[in-house]
């Protein structure tokens, strides 16, 4: 689930065009972020920014078992995605801090646009596959199909459901990416996730006062404290793309946090955007 601030909306960069489910829900409790809001916004898609995720299968190339946990898993598709990826290899578990979100990841019933918003292009020629240019459509589309089913179809979507066999595969759970510990085992993770949901934590503004960054600062580095926790030595921690930029969006705090709490960068994206950190000590 995506946690966006009332008003921030200006200063995120353009989400690409989602293949999946939009909705929104609003928390009633809750232990929250200083820089957080009560709002929670959901923007997610079937194989979304997958170099991050196709780093994962190489870099364990030679493990016959990793252990993954999904944050901001909304309800449930980045998670897919990856079990889709790496099958067998894999066990992954899924949270969010919605719990409708959860519900519905559980449920794994998802409804896929016909028609894109803006786009005069039918969603069962690219379902969710990558881009439509994306030269890993034609496997991606043979992953999807091997997972779900169709169960449904009208004027607006495409309705998919995970086969029965599949559906026990992933756990998806309640929980607070600040405050992880209650809720997972020490040391427990080959692979942490938490793709393109960390900017939205900061309250919105470019030009930070010194007070604003201070608390932007401490609520990054205590996030990086829970993936430090909850990862074993030498595990990954994969960002999304709209989280690394240094100069538009939270990069500069996410990457300064990450290397003051025991990571370092393994992949980058373009000159300088770090998306894959690997766990180099405990804190």
Not at 126 to 141: A, E, I
Not at 173 to 192: R, S
Request: charged share 25%; hydrophobic share 40%.
């Amino acid at each position: 689930m995506r946690i966006s601030a009332i008003g921030q909306t200006a200063f995120i960069p353009k989400q690409p065009a989602f293949r999946g489910n939009w909705s929104e829900e609003k928390l009633k409790s809750g232990n929250f972020a200083p820089t957080q809001n009560k709002e929670l916004t959901q923007i997610t898609y079937f194989f979304r920014d997958v170099e991050g995720l196709q780093f994962i299968g190489k870099h364990f190339a030679d493990k016959d078992k990793i252990k993954i946990l999904v944050g901001a898993c909304s309800t449930g598709e980045e998670a897919w995605t990856l079990q889709m990826m790496l099958g067998d290899k894999a066990q992954i578990e899924g949270f969010d801090i919605g719990r409708a979100a959860v519900a519905k990841a559980n449920y794994g019933r998802y409804e896929i646009y016909r028609a894109y918003p803006h786009a005069l292009v039918e969603a069962d020629k690219h379902l969710g596959f990558g881009l439509m240019n994306s030269p890993d459509q034609k496997t991606q589309k043979k992953m999807f199909k091997e997972y779900f089913k169709q169960t449904g179809v009208n004027t607006l979507f495409k309705t998919f459901k995970v086969k029965e066999e599949k559906k026990d595969l992933i756990k998806f759970f309640q929980a607070d990416i600040t405050n992880l510990k209650p809720a997972v085992e020490k040391g427990a993770y080959d692979v942490l996730t938490f793709r393109n949901a960390l900017y939205h934590l900061l309250p919105g503004l470019i030009n930070l006062s010194m007070p604003q960054k201070e608390k932007t600062m401490a609520v990054f580095d205590n996030i990086c404290k829970n993936i430090n926790y909850a990862l074993k030595p030498g595990g990954l921690f994969v960002l999304g793309r709209l989280d690394t930029d240094k100069y538009v969006g939270p990069g500069l705090f996410i990457s300064q946090a990450l290397e003051d709490n025991g990571f370092s960068p393994v992949l980058k994206e373009g000159q300088d955007m770090p998306i894959v950190w690997q766990k180099t000590r405990e804190v």
